[in-house]
């Protein structure tokens, strides 16, 4: 349900987090954290490990397969964002000894669907290089 001052995309993005944290947690990982800044201009949807991995989560929902591929929404201006947010994220924790990687989830439905779709699309894309220094 959206909240005053919500528009409906972000209370649908909101939804489709809690969508994909919970379908992860189902698959075994621990989240992390959600919606996770690193500093104050980039942020990363969900943070999880399993295993000896860290997972860096992007969510994309949508209502309906009509509105595109979830790969196509992340473009290369995104995946370097999210590369910088990661890599200041490692930083943080002084780069421990994991794997690290990013995995895109596709949530579609709409905000209170019982059963929304969920595709979870492990090592989506690899960090971007300017970046890769650090880790």
Same mark, same amino acid.
């Given at each position: &349900? %959206?909240?005053?001052?919500?528009?409906?995309?972000h209370?649908?993005?909101?939804?489709?987090?809690d969508? =994909?944290?919970? @379908? /992860?947690q189902?698959e075994?990982y621990?989240?992390?954290?959600?919606?996770? #800044?690193?500093d104050?201009?980039d942020?990363?949807?969900?943070?999880a490990?399993?295993?000896?991995?860290?997972?860096?989560?992007?969510? %994309?929902?949508?209502?309906?397969?009509?509105?595109?591929?979830? /790969?196509? =929404?992340?473009d @290369?201006a %995104? #995946?370097?964002?999210?590369?910088?947010a990661?890599?200041r994220?490692l930083?943080? /924790?002084n780069?421990?000894?994991m794997?690290?990687?990013f995995?895109t989830i596709?949530?579609?439905?709409?905000?209170?669907? %019982?059963?929304p779709?969920?595709?979870?699309i492990?090592n989506?894309?690899?960090f971007?290089? #300017?970046? &890769? /220094?650090?880790?």
């Amino acid at each position: &349900m %959206k909240k005053a001052g919500q528009t409906e995309a972000h209370a649908a993005g909101l939804w489709g987090e809690d969508v =994909a944290a919970a @379908s /992860l947690q189902r698959e075994g990982y621990e989240i992390l954290g959600r919606r996770v #800044r690193p500093d104050r201009r980039d942020e990363i949807d969900i943070v999880a490990r399993k295993d000896k991995s860290l997972v860096f989560i992007e969510v %994309k929902t949508r209502r309906s397969e009509e509105f595109g591929r979830p /790969l196509a =929404a992340v473009d @290369s201006a %995104k #995946r370097k964002a999210l590369s910088r947010a990661a890599v200041r994220y490692l930083q943080q /924790l002084n780069f421990p000894q994991m794997y690290y990687r990013f995995d895109t989830i596709e949530v579609v439905g709409k905000v209170g669907d %019982k059963t929304p779709v969920v595709r979870h699309i492990e090592n989506s894309f690899p960090f971007d290089r #300017r970046y &890769m /220094l650090g880790v």
